[in-house]
């Protein structure tokens, strides 16, 4: 058990024991504080999820894109990798699993090609540090409910979140996934690493296209649009609002206040 898996490699890399060209992984059995966005917590039961979490360093060899404007791409990336491990676990068909702009796995109840529902089972939280220093660096957790029932940990989840089991109901091999993941991010860290980032299977995976969605922002301010576009080179979202397209960045939501699948 640790407080958290972001501590710990926060704690690694402020100690200098990562090198920029060998990230770090970090993973633990449970949390004692386990943390999501905007300091929300995160349950977990001993034995029943994935909490793990990336370590990199800028520098030479460092998969951490240049412009740190573009780090985002990072989480992306290990999104991605979990979600296509989901997949091959769960024999889950393609797309099934989904992103929910900006930090959530989802997934998707898919009925004749449309998704009529979706439920979370994951989430990701990057913390960065020592900007535009030699030592810079990035921290990206990321917590998966594999097995179990979430709403035991807190009845507020009920209506909102599930485990990969319950979502699939068969059994699902924690370690195979595991392996698999970790597998399939090191190679899209090395695509990273090469300047590579592939912003059409990013798209591909995004829950909101389509969606009319109520976004609450700085100062408690509700945006209300349509969501036309993620974008590639920011990770912002963007909505039409009263016909007129806007670009909003992660960092400015505070909360995702209602989504409404068309």
């Known amino acids: 058990e640790v ?4 501590d710990v490699a926060r704690e690694r890399l402020v100690a200098g ?10 993973r633990a059995e449970t ?3 386990g943390r999501g966005r905007r300091g929300r917590t995160w349950l977990d039961a001993p034995g029943t999820g994935l909490l793990m979490s990336l370590a990199l360093r800028a520098g030479a060899g460092s998969p951490l894109p240049a412009d740190a404007d573009r780090w985002w791409r990072v989480a992306a990336e290990f999104s991605l990798a979990v979600a296509d491990a ?11 699993v989904g992103l929910k702009w900006p930090n959530d796995l989802v997934v998707r109840n898919i009925e004749g090609g449309v998704t009529r529902s979706f439920r979370k089972v994951g989430g990701v939280l990057a913390e960065a ?12 957790g990321l917590g998966l409910n594999v097995r179990g029932d979430v709403s035991k940990l807190d009845p507020a989840l009920a209506a909102t979140a599930t485990s990969l089991e319950i979502a699939t109901g ?3 091999d924690r370690e195979a996934l595991f392996t ?9 860290l090395g695509a990273l690493a090469s300047g590579r980032f592939d912003v059409a299977d990013w798209r591909s995976r995004q829950l909101l296209e389509g969606c009319s969605v109520d976004l609450e922002v700085a100062a408690g301010e509700i945006v209300t649009g349509t969501v036309v ?17 806007r670009a909003i960045l992660a960092g400015e939501v505070t909360k995702v206040v209602r989504i409404a699948i068309p």
């Open 129 to 140: 540090g020592d900007a535009g220093s030699e030592s810079a660096w990035l921290v990206v």
């Open 170 to 172: 068969r059994p699902i």
């Open 229 to 245: 576009g993620h974008d590639g080179a920011s990770g912002a979202l963007i909505l039409s609002v009263d016909g007129t397209e």
């Open 17 to 26: 024991l990562v090198a920029a060209d060998t990230p770090l992984l970090i």
């Open 3 to 6: 407080s958290s898996t972001n």
């Open 180 to 188: 698999d993941a970790v597998a399939r991010l090191e190679g899209r």
């Open 86 to 96: 989901i997949e091959d676990a769960a024999g889950m068909q393609i797309g099934t």
């Open 31 to 33: 949390q004692s504080a």
